[in-house]
């Protein structure tokens, strides 16, 4: 038996040294972020993320002035902020932020009238917490949520005088077009 200090052992040297933890970086967490072109990317997509088969568009305005078409369908989602090294959609407006919000496309599961089950992909938008907020039908959105986006609905970002309306191929534009029957 030891009657002896302790932190002696019975041979009355010091015990072997145990291994310390380490406190040091592991590179785990940053694994799990998401980077593109040297920027963290504040998005990620969710698992039920699908390219639409309907072909989506942004109609967007700046007061009475067309802008030009933005064809949305090409992937299953489109980053909005100003910072153009990520965004997908960029918008110049200072009170927008750098990533101020995702239009996502999920597979979602539907009732038809018959009763049965099926399953559609639908456009989303998400505040990704911006300073300035998403408003859709000049409601504000809260951050962090997705919101349905529905045909002819309006989308603005922060304080930005841009208006966005969204719409697929088979909708009818003609109240888009001016008294001369031209696109503008």
């Keep these: 038996m030891n009657f002896g200090r302790p932190d002696q052992n019975s041979q009355g040297s010091a015990p072997a040294d145990k291994e310390a933890p380490d406190f040091k970086l592991s590179g785990k967490l940053k694994e799990d972020t998401n ?12 698992p039920e993320a699908r390219k639409p088969k309907k072909k989506w568009r942004l109609y967007p305005f700046k007061g009475e002035q067309n802008l030009p078409v933005l064809h949305i369908h090409r992937q299953s989602a489109y980053l909005i902020g100003r910072d153009r090294r990520v965004a997908d959609i960029p918008v110049d407006h200072p009170s927008c932020s750098k990533q101020h919000a995702a239009l996502q496309y999920r597979l979602t599961e539907f009732r038809r009238e018959n009763g049965s089950r099926g399953m559609k992909v639908k456009p989303y938008v998400i505040d990704l917490n911006s300073a300035n907020g998403t408003y859709v039908n000049n409601e504000k959105i809260e951050g962090q949520r997705y919101v349905e986006l529905f045909e002819k609905d309006v989308v603005k970002f922060g304080y930005s005088s841009r208006e966005y309306v969204i719409l697929h191929d088979k909708v009818d534009t003609s109240e888009l077009l001016d008294e001369d029957g031209e696109s503008e």
């Design 35 to 46: 980077t593109f072109r040297g920027v963290v990317v504040h998005y990620n997509e969710p």
